[in-house]
C-alpha cells in the first residue's frame, strides 16, 4: 500500500480530478476577469477590447472609487482596532482557569456560526431610529426625544457596520488565541511565576510573543475579509447615504451588476485581488522575524 | 415601422391615442403603450373636509395646507425617502412648474442641457423649502417606504406623494376617502398643473418594418383591434390602468379615483418620464441620490456640480 502511495504518478493520477475541478473553480474565472478586465462589456451585447481605459477612468476619473478606497481602509482599520484588542484581552481572561470558562468562550464564539445576512438584518433593526436597540435604551437613560439614523447618517454609517462586523467575529480571533495560548508550554508560566513575574509581564513577555504566529494568521485573516466585505454594506447600507459606506466589493457590485458595465466591474475587482495580495504579503514580511517556530 | 399613419388614419386610435416621448424616434412614433403609471399626490378626503380645506391650485395654497396640517398635528404629507428615488418626485414636479415641460428634455434626453443650469438648482431650493415648513415627517430621509404608505392609510398623514402602482392598495385601505391632486402651478413658473403629469408608459406594441406584406397587414388590424375604444375601455375596467383618453367607463363598477385620474388625462398634453429611467443605472441612480443629499442639507449647487461631472464621464462629454 504504502509503495503505491508513495508512486509519484499515482499520486498525481489520484490528485487529478480534484485539480481539474478546482481549476475551472478559482484560477480560470479568477483570470477571466483580469481578462474582463480590460474589455467594455454589459454582459448582453459584444464585449470590445479597451485596454487600459477601464484602469484610467478608475484611478483618474471615479471619484466614488477613491471614496470607496478611503472607506475601505477606514472599514479594515476600526475592525483592527475593534476585534483584535478585545480578542486578545478575552483569551488571556479565559484561559486562567477560571470559573464558568468553558460557557463564555462558547458564548463568544457563538455568533460567527450565524449567516452574515441575519446578523446584518438584525443590527439593521438594532440600530433603527424608532424600533431600534439602541435608541429605545439612550431614550430609556436619557433624552425622551432621541432619534438617530445611525445607518442613514453619513458619519456613523460606515463605523456602526464595523460594530456589526465585530460582534460576530471577536469570537473568531479569541478562540484562535485561545488555541494559541493553550499551547504554550506549562513549564513557562511555572518558571516566570517562580522568577516574581506579575500578571502584565507574564502577558508582555510571555504570552504575546509566543502567540505572534496566531496574531499573523488572525491579522491575515482579518485584513483580507474586511477589505473584501461585502454583505453587511449591502444589506445595512447598500453604500448609503449616497455613497458615504461604499467600499471597495459594493462599489464593484453596483458598477457590474447594476448598471451592467461588467469589465469596468472587473476591473475594480481585479485591483482589489491586488490589495488582498499585497497586504497578505506585507503581513508576512512584519511578522517574519517576530514569529518563533519552537521554543 | 412608424406607426403614425396607422393612427392618425383610424379614427378610435386618434382619439385615445396620448403622445408618449419615449415611443418617438425621429419625430415619428414607432409603438403604443397599454399600461400607464402616474405619480400624483394622494390625498385624505376626511381630513382635508374635516379642516374645510380643499384641494390646493398653487403653490402658495400648498404651503398654507402644510402649516395648517402641521399645526394640528398632523404630518403633511408622508414621505419614506430610504429608497433615494421617492423624495425625486416632488423635485421632478416642482422643475416642471418652474422650467416647463421641455427643460428636462434637454438634460436627460439630448444631452446637451446641464444640471447646473440656475433651474435646477432654484427647484432644488424650493424641495428644501418644502421640507423645512415641515411637511415630512421626522427622519424622513431614511424612512422606510412602507412605513411612510402605513403614516397616510392610517390617517396620520394627510397627504402622499406616489405612484398609481400602489392605487389599488390605497384604494382598499381607503375607499372612497382616497382622493389625488397634481402639484400645483408655481407662480411666475412656465409647466402646468393640468396639462404636465409625470407619468410613464408600459407595454409598448410595435409592428416589425422587416413583416412580409400579408403578416403586416394582420398585425396592423390586430393593433387596431385590441387598441379598439371597446378593448381598451374593457381593459381599464378590469383595474388597469390604460394611457388613453376618450374612453367609454362604467362609473358605477370603478372606483372613483381611476374614474377622475381618467378625466384628467383628457387633460395631458405632456408626460414628464420619471427621470431615473431616462437617465440610466448610473447618472438615474447618483440623481436620487442627488436629491437624498439635499434634504439631507447639502448644498444644491455643489451636488448638482458633482452630479453633472457623474454625467460627463457617462455621456463622455465635455
Known amino acids: 500500500m504504502e509503495k503505491v502511495l508513495s508512486n509519484k504518478p499515482v499520486i498525481s493520477m489520484l490528485i487529478f480530478p480534484a485539480l481539474i475541478i478546482y481549476c475551472l473553480v478559482v484560477p480560470i474565472p479568477v483570470i477571466a476577469s483580469v481578462y474582463y478586465s480590460f474589455t467594455s462589456w454589459d454582459l448582453i451585447g459584444e464585449m470590445r477590447f479597451s485596454g487600459l481605459q477601464n484602469y484610467v477612468n478608475l484611478f483618474l476619473h471615479d471619484d466614488i472609487f477613491r471614496l470607496c478606497i478611503k472607506n475601505t481602509v ?33 458564548l463568544f464564539f457563538m455568533p460567527i456560526v450565524f449567516s452574515g445576512v441575519s446578523v446584518s438584518l438584525m443590527f439593521y433593526f438594532v440600530y433603527h431610529p424608532d424600533a431600534g436597540v439602541v435608541n429605545n435604551l439612550i431614550r430609556l437613560f436619557g433624552n425622551k ?11 456613523t454609517a460606515l463605523l456602526s457596520v464595523t460594530v456589526a462586523l465585530a460582534w460576530q467575529y471577536i469570537g473568531y480571533h479569541m478562540t484562535i488565541y485561545i488555541s494559541g495560548i493553550s499551547s504554550i508550554p506549562k513549564e513557562l508560566f511555572e518558571a516566570a511565576r517562580i522568577d516574581g513575574a506579575n500578571e502584565w509581564m507574564v502577558v508582555k513577555h510571555i504570552i504575546f510573543p509566543m502567540l505572534m504566529p496566531m496574531i499573523q494568521v488572525s491579522m491575515i485573516l482579518i485584513t483580507t475579509s474586511s477589505l473584501k466585505a461585502f454583505d453587511y454594506i449591502y444589506i445595512m447600507t447598500y453604500g448609503g447615504p449616497a455613497h458615504a459606506s461604499e467600499v471597495i466589493a459594493s462599489h464593484m457590485y453596483s458598477k457590474a451588476f447594476v448598471q451592467l458595465k461588467y469589465g469596468y466591474g472587473s476591473a475594480i475587482s481585479t485591483v482589489l485581488m491586488v490589495l488582498c495580495i499585497i497586504s497578505s504579503v506585507i503581513l508576512t514580511k512584519v511578522f517574519k522575524d517576530r514569529v518563533y517556530s519552537d521554543v | 415601422m412608424a406607426l403614425d399613419d396607422i393612427i392618425n388614419g383610424d379614427e378610435e386610435l386618434k382619439n385615445t391615442y396620448i403622445p408618449y416621448r419615449l415611443a418617438q424616434f425621429d419625430g415619428k412614433t ?37 402649516k395648517l396640517f402641521k399645526g394640528k398635528g398632523i404630518i403633511p404629507m408622508a414621505m419614506g425617502n430610504q429608497d433615494p428615488w421617492v423624495g425625486s418626485l ?34 432644488a431650493e424650493i424641495i428644501v423649502e418644502i421640507a423645512e ?19 397616510f392609510t392610517s390617517g396620520k398623514a394627510a397627504m402622499y406623494p406616489m405612484g398609481t402602482w400602489e392605487l ?110 431616462l437617465l440610466g443605472p448610473n447618472v438615474g441612480k447618483e440623481f436620487n441620490l442627488s436629491t437624498q443629499s439635499i434634504y439631507a442639507g447639502k448644498n444644491p449647487a455643489e451636488v448638482f456640480a458633482n452630479l453633472q461631472k457623474i454625467a460627463d464621464m457617462e455621456w463622455g462629454s465635455k
Open chain 1, 74 to 106: 477606514v472599514f479594515l482599520f476600526v475592525s483592527i482596532l475593534l476585534q483584535e484588542p478585545a480578542a486578545f484581552i478575552f483569551s488571556v481572561l479565559l484561559t486562567k482557569g477560571v470559573r464558568g470558562q468553558k460557557f463564555f468562550r462558547n
Open chain 2, 30 to 66: 414607432y409603438a403604443i403603450g397599454y399600461t400607464l403609471t402616474t405619480e400624483v399626490y394622494y390625498y385624505n378626503k376626511e381630513l382635508f373636509a374635516q379642516y374645510n380645506v380643499n384641494v390646493p391650485k398653487t403653490y402658495e395654497e400648498l404651503m398654507n395646507l402644510i
Open chain 2, 133 to 151: 415648513a415641515g411637511a415630512y415627517p421626522n427622519n424622513f430621509n431614511t424612512l422606510n417606504y412602507d412605513e411612510a404608505k402605513a403614516l
Open chain 2, 90 to 123: 416632488p423635485y421632478m414636479f416642482v422643475f416642471d412648474r418652474i422650467a416647463g415641460p421641455f427643460k428636462y428634455e434637454e438634460t436627460c434626453f439630448d444631452k446637451t442641457g446641464k444640471f447646473t443650469d440656475p433651474e435646477y438648482i432654484r427647484a
Open chain 2, 168 to 277: 389599488a392598495n390605497l384604494a382598499k385601505e381607503m375607499g372612497d376617502n382616497l382622493g389625488f391632486f397634481n402639484f400645483p402651478d408655481i407662480e411666475g413658473g412656465i409647466g402646468k398643473s393640468e396639462e404636465d403629469w409625470v407619468c410613464s408608459q408600459d407595454g409598448a406594441t410595435s409592428i416589425s418594418a422587416k413583416s412580409s406584406a400579408d403578416k403586416t397587414e394582420a398585425a396592423i388590424k390586430f393593433l387596431k383591434f385590441i387598441f379598439s375604444t371597446e378593448r381598451l375601455s374593457d381593459l381599464a375596467m378590469s383595474g388597469a390602468l390604460v394611457p388613453a383618453k376618450g374612453l367609454i367607463l362604467d362609473e358605477t363598477k370603478l372606483q372613483k379615483v381611476s374614474i377622475d385620474i381618467y378625466s384628467q388625462l383628457e387633460n395631458v398634453k405632456y408626460s414628464i418620464i420619471p427621470w431615473d429611467n
Open chain 1, 145 to 155: 426625544e432621541f432619534s438617530f439614523a445611525w445607518l442613514g447618517e453619513e458619519k
